[in-house]
């Protein structure tokens, strides 16, 4: 998990999600199917196989995809697609 300290964001196996610090709601921002794969997307459309670790640098938000290999970025501002 990582925070910008407003969002607090949590990478689960097929799943990216948010959570606000102030209100406490969750949104799911990509993925959420258990299909695994590393593809690039917005919303469901992206599709994750095994987040292991998170990062917030320079106002992205970074995730390993341990099982694919692959490095992946999300911009949370607006919320774009996943690549």
Not at 30 to 50: E, R
């Amino acid at each position: 998990m990582t925070t910008d300290g407003h969002s607090l964001w949590v990478g689960n196996q097929h799943t990216l999600r948010a959570m606000d610090t102030r209100t406490f709601d969750v949104t799911t921002l990509a993925g959420g199917t258990n299909s695994c794969a590393a593809i690039d997307g917005t919303g469901t459309g992206a599709y994750f196989h095994d987040i292991r670790g998170l990062t917030y640098y320079n106002g992205c938000v970074y995730l390993l995809d341990g099982c694919e290999n692959v490095l992946r970025r999300f911009d949370p501002e607006p919320a774009e697609a996943v690549t």
